[in-house]
DNA sequence: GCGAACACGTGAGGC
DNA sequence: TGCCTCACGTGTTCG
């Protein structure tokens, strides 16, 4: 150990870290509670709440708006809680020289995955008829008509399965990228009850344009 | 002081006091962190983020769940921010003997708060012709299409005007009452932004049936 | 070793 | 008084 003045500098430091830490501390608390408050400026009916109740109150409205989106929004795109790549191939009006396929993605809405979605969309061999993106809280789905003149390398529907197989491995290749990044959270286990919800009606969601 | 016998028995008890406390203070804790976890399990993405994060997208997500409701409900009934006692008298097709009225009360949704309209409501001398009822969140709108015969009193919209009066008192008195027992929490002085918001136009909300 | 995030126990204040 | 909630500072762990 030093000399008596430097047992002096080492206590005025550890003084110092501990006023750090209880200002950082205080500081951290303060990040909290001011969310808190906003949520209660939020949520009307909880002004006198602890925050036991409060938060209570905030799971209910979640769940509440929820339900509520769910039947307002009743025949519209709506992403649902599930992970989910559907890809097929279309019927297709007029036969055989063109293929048309439908493909769509649901997952979380992060950004970075739907930089990866357009390039690997853009990757492909094919034409991009249709584009269309629906959000909801932090999930989205997003649907692709595709299509591709059938180069009659092989008969029947045997081309059109192939490119089938490459839009749909395409997709999840995206989501499996962004899950291996996020550490794959557990979600597919859990998350019990699963919304109704019919893909293939008329629309009113966002246009590409506004987000892309 | 007592003997020192007593002072051990004080001490002990200080003691529990102490435990129950620390006990207690762990069950608030548990409480509040329980409600975190499952506002987490609500909410995809919010896995590995910290306390003051989670919260942040939960008001991020009640935002958007509520701008989506918005959109979505659009030209149905929906309950706004504001409290609001409307009550008006309606165009009579019929001339002369009937009247109606048209009264709409938008406040918190609260149970006591609708024994109380359905009270005051059936109170008043005269018949329920339609009622309608839609929530939002912890908010309800209330609409009522009431009518009585024209008794002849006094000539022209005289009946008339004093019967809107007699309703628009009926509902502010419930109001009253509720906020009178809720001790007027300034809800009315802040509540910033109002949502646009038509309210006679066909609904899909639920029937009275269902709640009363 | 620091900064960040958490759980913990304790003192203060409100019915 | 006892019970409850809250804010605070501290000990600890992790990157």
């Known amino acids: 150990m ?7 500098v080492n206590a005025e430091k550890a003084l110092m870290a501990l006023r750090n830490h209880s200002e ?7 990040r909290i ?19 036991a109740a409060l938060l209570a109150e905030v799971i209910n409205q ?36 063109f293929i048309s396929i439908r493909a769509s993605l649901c997952c979380d809405f992060k950004h ?7 390039e690997a969309i853009e990757a492909l061999p094919l034409k991009t008829v249709r584009a269309e993106i629906a959000t909801l809280g932090s999930r989205m789905v997003n649907i692709f008509v595709i299509s591709g003149c059938n ?4 008969d029947e529907g045997e081309e059109g399965i192939k490119l089938v197989k490459s839009v749909r491995d395409a ?17 597919n286990t859990l998350s019990g009850k699963r919304r109704r919800v019919s893909f293939f009606s008329p629309t009113n969601s966002s246009s590409l344009g506004d987000i892309w």
């Open 112 to 118: 970075e995955l739907l930089v990866d979605l357009r």
């Open 24 to 30: 950082a501390e205080r500081r951290r608390r303060e």
């Open 171 to 187: 997709l999840r290749s995206v989501l499996d990228k962004f899950y291996a990044s996020e550490e794959f959270s557990s979600r």
């Open 62 to 97: 979640v769940k509440e708006l929820r339900r509520t989106v769910a039947e307002a929004t009743d025949g519209t795109l709506v992403p649902t809680d599930m992970d989910e790549v559907k890809v097929e191939e279309q019927e297709d009006l007029n036969d055989g020289a």
């Open 2 to 8: 030093g000399k008596p003045a430097q047992k002096v």
């Open 151 to 154: 180069e009659g390398e092989s």
């Open 33 to 51: 509670n001011g969310h808190l408050a906003t949520l209660r400026s939020l949520i009307p009916g909880t002004n006198k709440m602890d925050k």
